[in-house]
């Protein structure tokens, strides 16, 4: 008889999922039905500050998927449809409206949540998240209703990757922008020294940065519309607030359900992202607990990369393919402007947390040769145990050409090599790629003491 696989959430992880399956197994083995309550599955919500930028034009070229290319792919997509209650003993989904969805395997992809602490007027009008198209869409009108020749100021509070993009961009549409932050730095995975680096160049582009102010109430105008915030320290105006305060799990639906969620908060999973307790239901993405590869510790970390291929991991088992995630660095990059940002593995407090004796290296260079035109400053961080000299983690800032220097540093934690096997490993090497000795190979060296010619 045909088994029936269905989906709660249907993108990056569900829609990975679904795909997966459907390569290995055919429409008169597997049903697939996929259940999304937005009305569009397989979106980019990372592109969401490029479409406000208008870096992107068209908010249709953020969606990679529609349901009617799945479909051709005999995979079922029921946009505009919530599910509200799963059934375990039964093998049932019970969706808003009263519809029912029974399966043989079940994938729980609901995502992840945007943090909104117990802020006084944190829901008002002219608030704004940055989670689905729909917010983007929102902002971008928001910007346009503002008066060409009057005020234009935008307010991000927090200071990730997402509340960073939202900065730049809102500068982009023509918005002074402010930034205030909970924390003493943006970028709160960075160690001090580099996070002061980010703040600097913040500074420099004309954007107003407030660290260490916790927002206490959102202000409201005779309208009920957000006009400006007001910390400990003082009352910032301004004509829209974003948020970029970072991203939890969605995982309310698997708990009221009574699927196991672990101490991250995430749904509970093996490796192969099975739920421990219910062998038919498989989780994966942002609503998903992991693990850290270099402390081998339960992890969330919300990042799309990670969704897909946990996705595709559930898809293979369930079309009867073994396979298993291998967890997590949290490897990320962003820019603001000019200004890469990259991170991989531990920070010095995670370190600290995780038991390391370690030590930290801090060496600044250029992108390029030194003579070659566009060479541009990049400071590399390494954190590695005292003693052995193994990877840990990694940090980069600097101009256009750094960031993705963290992938070379993330491979190599992967792989769990030391600073010594990572200076003397093969980098390209071209004046307009890097100087002669790559940056990455010169912080390597500074860690292991190796002599440098």
Known sequence: MTERLVVVGGDAAGMSAAAQARRLRTAAELEIVVLEQSDVVSYSACGIPYWVAGQVSDRDDLIARTPAQFAASDITVHIGTRAEGIDLDAGVVHARGGARFGYDRLVVATGGRPSRPPIPGLDAPGVFGVHRLDDGAAIRAAIDRLPADGPRRGLVLGGGYIGLEMAEALQDRGLEVTVVLADPLPMALLDTDMGERVCAALGAMGMTVHADQAVREVLVDADGRACGVRTDVGTYETDLIVLGLGMGPEASLAAESGLAIGPTGAVDVDRSQRCRDHPEVFAAGDCAQTFHRVTGEVAHVALGTHANKQGRVAGSVIGGRPARF????????????????????????????????????????????????????????????????????????????????????????????????????????????????????????????????
């Open 326 to 453: 291998a967890g997590v660095l949290g490897t990320a990059v962003t820019k603001v402007r000019e200004l890469e940002v990259g991170r991989t593995g531990l920070c010095t407090t995670q370190a600290e947390e995780a038991g390391f004796a370690y030590r930290t290296d801090v060496i600044e260079a250029s992108t390029r040769a030194g003579y070659f035109p566009g060479a541009e400053e990049i400071a590399v961080k390494l954190v590695t145990e005292a003693g052995s000299g193994q990877l840990l983690g990694a940090q980069v800032v600097g101009g256009p050409g750094s960031a993705k220097r963290i992938d070379v540093l993330a491979t190599a934690i992967w792989a769990g090599m030391t600073a010594e096997e990572l200076a003397g490993s093969d980098l390209s090497y071209a004046p307009p790629f890097s100087p002669t000795y790559d940056p990455v190979v010169v912080a390597a060296r500074a860690v292991s003491r190796i002599e440098q010619g």
